[in-house]
């Protein structure tokens, strides 16, 4: 077993010093998840450069919201996270989605989707945020220059190779060549007006290349899951007069409006700005994206504004395809091609899961190809990647199915069954149907009876006088009631996912069962657990340093390092927890892992951090922390935990827990420490 990972070690860095020129990580797409990949490598050390196919940056708002596991992330890059939280529209003006008839017209409903405990910091050192995607991609790019990236868009590579910390724009990767050694990209762009072709040759590939992937495409990889479940258009449009009408009169994220003229979700990105996007779903062929023009999009809008409106701008208006599907493996080539993000997953976007669910892939994936580069880890250690992230892919597309039926209760309830519209549309486009009538008939067809469903939304129908509308109106009132309708948190999912088999030494007796729990589509509260796989929970802390200078609190979450790989073990004060550590640091030491020993003083119980010092010498990574317990729950950290103190645990760089000891190790402490790390790392 040793003489193979020390074969692999030895083969893989004969590579890094023979090939200088070759890079270690190229990234296909500077999205989102390509960015923050590049922000987590760069920070780990790994030289990392970065290809995207078109010219600029996407303006289109896309993606808005970003769950408490992202913002952890974010946190700790440079204050990433305190800048989104300044720079978002104020919580007051998105913390509702709102149902109705037309914005300037009657309330279906509203649902408040923040709870008093949402601004409290008790699960989370960081609340949520409402943001887009393009603002995001713009503050990544300024991290990325901070830390010495450059956006290259004149660049066109002739006689050098491609540098570590650039961002080369207008290259298109259009094929991929792999030898046992490295990856040969070749990538398209623009020469003086003539598309001209470059090999780009890198140790590991990354596909952040989206949703239609060319990575993926290139090497073969299948989606598997529900393809084409709706087709929509999505309208980028500004509105000053709207975003100050609706910010003073019924301020919203989402906005469901339904109404015999039209029907779409309006998103408010930005209601100081006026931005907005509406989504509307589309019945091609006998409707075709090209009946969408500036013109018909400000008529539709203005129907479900529901009264003239002066300046609506439509700046974009694109066609997009709902897909619930995963790819069958993320990785190709011996793990050196790595697929992340919309590349490996497409979700509906109901709930919010893609854009978190891709970045929380690059946080998983940057420390274990750091631990490669670094010879830590044999290349086996990437296949724990694709282990731990495509079982999450797999829950978070469920999940988002039962949220995009969540969001369709309400329409549904109101006489306007969305499968209904789909299945008419499938017989009016069914051959037999299609090939006796002319085009135009089914349009005509099609278009009349969907009216025919709208016109269920008339005040006529939809009023408390009508027996029909009152009994509609208080079926949608009890799913408002129920919690049954979309949600905008999912706790117990954001916070609460957990990794059963992987880089970890897996629980013993693994308690509920195996795996998450079935998705509910409803919101359910986060429970702290300390087993193995799981993220730290968080607790606030003081660190007591020699000199009492630094009082400040800061989270559990706080003492996992960004910029060195470097494992974390927490353990309680006592003689058997400091022999404990000062096996495991030993032990780590031999692997060339680095261990942080955090030693954890009750609430109130200090008797002075000088006891560390000579119990752990002479190692001297550590830090003393004392517990700052909540005002309401007045738990210990162990408690959180539901261990003893006499228990440790140890926390990856990516804060999953790799193993834990409930109470103290039984038999012999070196073994058990030795079975850890070389399960961590895959040796
Ligand atoms: C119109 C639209 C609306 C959306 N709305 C929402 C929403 O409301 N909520 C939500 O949660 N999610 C939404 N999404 C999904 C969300 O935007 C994605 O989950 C997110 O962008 C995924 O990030 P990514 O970095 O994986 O991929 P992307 O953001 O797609 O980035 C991929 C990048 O790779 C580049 N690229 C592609 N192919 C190549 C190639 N061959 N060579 C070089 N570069 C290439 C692309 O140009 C792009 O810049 C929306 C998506 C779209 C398209
Ligand atoms: C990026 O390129 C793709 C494919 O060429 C195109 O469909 C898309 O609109 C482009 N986006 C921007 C912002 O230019
Ligand atoms: C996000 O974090 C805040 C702050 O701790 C918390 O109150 C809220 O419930 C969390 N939301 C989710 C979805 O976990
Ligand atoms: C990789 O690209 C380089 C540069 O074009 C070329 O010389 C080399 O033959 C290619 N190698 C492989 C294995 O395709
Ligand atoms: C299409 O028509 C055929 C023959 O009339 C029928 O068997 C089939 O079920 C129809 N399919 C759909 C999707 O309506
Ligand atoms: C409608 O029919 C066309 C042509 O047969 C086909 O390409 C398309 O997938 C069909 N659409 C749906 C939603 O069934």
Known sequence: ???????????????????????????????????????????????????????????????????????????????????????????????????????????????????????????????????????????????????????????????????????????????????????????????????????????????????????????GIELRGEKDMQKLVSVHFLSQELGHYLMYEKPGMLFFIFNPGAIGVLVAHDLKQGEFVLQTPFYPPQQSFEDFTSETCKGLILKLVGREVEDINVVDIK??????????????????????????????????????????????????????????????????????????????????????????AVPAALGLDPTIANSVHQAINNTSISTILPSTLQKTLLNGIFSLGRAQLSDLILNENNPLGSSRLSKVKRIFQEGKSLQLQFPAEDLG??????????????????????????????????DSGSRLPHMNIRVLTQVKTKEATISTLDLISVDKLEFLLIIAPIDSSYRLAHVALTVAKEHKIVVKVCVMWPNGLVDGDARTKTSLAPWENYVDVVEVRSPLSSSSWWDICKMTHRGAILVRPDDHIAWRVKSAVVGDVRQEMKRVFEMLVGS
Not at 108 to 123: A, L, P, R, W
Not at 185 to 196: H, P, W
Not at 320 to 347: Q, T
Request: charged share 20%; with cysteine; glycine share 8%.
């Open 1 to 219: 077993m040793f003489w193979v990972k020390e074969l692999q070690k030895r083969k893989l860095s004969s590579n890094c010093s023979k090939n200088d020129s070759i890079l270690p990580v190229l990234i296909i797409g500077a999205g989102p998840v390509g960015l923050v990949l590049s922000v987590l490598l760069t920070k780990l050390g790994v030289k990392c450069a970065v290809l995207e196919r078109n010219m600029t940056f996407s303006k289109h708002p896309q993606a808005h919201f970003i769950n408490n596991r992202s913002m952890e992330i974010f946190r700790r890059l440079d204050g990433l996270a305190e800048e989104i939280q300044r720079c978002q529209p104020p919580v007051e003006l998105w913390r509702k989605f709102i149902y109705c008839t037309s914005l300037t017209g009657s309330t279906i409903g509203s649902v408040d989707h923040m709870q008093t405990q949402d601004f409290d910091q008790s699960v989370s050192p960081v609340s949520v945020a409402h943001f887009s995607q393009y603002k995001l991609n713009a503050l990544l790019l300024k991290q990325l220059e901070t830390n010495g990236f450059s956006i290259c868009t004149h660049e066109s590579l002739d006689d050098r190779p491609l540098r570590e910390k650039e961002i080369l724009m207008g290259h298109n990767c259009v094929s991929i060549d792999a030898t046992d050694n490295f990856i040969n990209v070749t990538t398209s762009f623009l020469k003086e007006g003539k598309q001209t072709e470059k090999q780009i040759p890198c140790q590991f590939l990354i596909g952040a290349d989206g949703a239609g992937s060319t990575v993926r495409n290139l090497v």
């Open 497 to 530: 996912f957990r990794y059963c088999e992987g880089a970890l030494v897996p629980e013993v007796e693994s308690v509920g069962g195996h795996g998450p729990e079935p998705p509910g589509g409803r919101r359910r509260e986060y429970i702290p657990s300390a």
């Open 319 to 408: 066609p997009w395809v709902m897909h619930a599907e995963v790819a069958e493996k993320y990785l190709a080539c011996g793990n050196r091609i790595i697929l992340a993000g919309d590349a490996a997953h497409r979700f509906p976007p109901a709930g919010g899961f893609g854009m978190n669910t891709g970045i929380q892939d690059a946080h998983n994936l940057a420390w274990k190809l750091s631990a490669v580069m670094k010879s830590i880890a044999p290349m086996s250690i990437l296949s724990t990647y694709e282990m731990e992230r495509r079982p999450i892919a797999l829950f978070n597309t469920a999940l988002s199915i039962q949220n995009f039926e969540a969001a369709m």
